[in-house]
């Protein structure tokens, strides 16, 4: 009894205020540390894959484009899918961050157990974790952004704003990711959200084609997809083409999905951590 009121005192002070973001901020240094010793394969595939899309998709399949139907997007089709291939490079990064190094950190090297084992508490494990994830989306989708830049393809000051709405788009998914992955104990259910759910979004949200060429049955579909939303407004922002009131629903819709996603986290890393 003794050594169990020992263990739970701590743990109660991080609900108080901003004290409880500084026992995030442990576990978030954790992932850092961890970082530090993978950093270098990571940084290859976050520049190699980007530049080979912009490439391939911009300056090869795009100059068929620009030949046959340039003129009905009314921009250069590098112009038109660059901004698009942020937010889904975004929603990609989610995915990678959120499932495997979960489920990895509750069965193979099981780091959740052993922080909270320490004063953290099961929201606190996720708050770092998800600080962290923030972190590789911000870095991601930093150096597509550059690479864009770089390639000519961006028509308005305005892009860089598209950085924080590219990261706003994967926190739409990563929270709910995280909170589904912490439950499993097996993998087997992420290559099905890879196969029916990420690729469908990434080929069907606009991000290569208008959403207006699809069936009109399926347009509705796409339009209550998180990437879409997070693909129209880094377009808009991107041609310079925004408005005001277009920009606060699709932001709106991302933040309402990443609220959601967060507290959804919060109630499923509680109870697989036993708090």
């Known amino acids: 009894m003794t050594a169990q009121a020992t263990r739970t005192a701590p743990a109660a002070a991080p609900g108080r205020g901003g004290a409880r973001w500084s026992f995030a901020v442990r576990e978030f240094r954790f992932w850092l540390t961890d970082y530090r010793r993978t950093w270098r394969g990571s940084v290859i595939s976050s520049v190699l894959g980007p530049l080979l899309y912009l490439g391939a998709l911009g300056a090869g399949l795009g100059s068929l484009v620009n ?14 899918i660059a901004p698009g291939m942020l937010a889904a490079t975004a929603m990609q990064t989610a995915f990678g961050e959120a499932l495997y190094p979960v489920l990895g950190s509750v069965k193979w090297v099981q780091n959740y157990f052993a922080a909270v ?89 606009g991000t290569f084609f208008p959403v207006t ?48 996603g967060y507290a959804a986290a919060l109630r499923t890393y509680a109870r697989r951590l036993h708090e």
């Not at 030949?67 to 038109?80: D, E, I, K, P, Q």
């Not at 808009?236 to 932001?251: E, F, I, K, N, Y």
Request: aromatic share 10%.
């Open 67 to 80: 030949r046959h139907a340039g003129g009905t997007l009314g921009v250069s089709y590098l112009t038109f």
């Open 117 to 205: 084992a320490s004063p953290l508490r099961p929201a606190d494990v996720f708050r770092g974790h998800l600080l962290f994830v923030v972190l590789r989306l911000t870095m991601n989708c930093g150096v597509f952004l550059a690479l864009i830049a770089a390639f000519g393809a961006t028509r308005s000051p305005l892009a860089i704003a598209s950085l924080p709405v590219a990261v706003l788009t994967g926190l739409a998914f990563a929270p709910a990711l995280m909170a589904w992955a912490v439950t499993r104990t097996r993998d087997t259910s992420f290559s099905v959200l890879m196969r029916f759910v990420m690729v469908p979004l990434f080929l069907f949200s």
């Open 213 to 260: 060429r699809l069936p009109g049955w399926l347009q509705p579909v796409a339009y209550v997809s998180p990437l879409w939303h997070g693909v129209e407004l880094c377009r808009t922002l991107s041609l310079g083409t925004t408005d005001l009131g277009g920009a606060a629903v699709h932001a709106a819709y991302l933040l309402a999905l990443a609220a959601a």
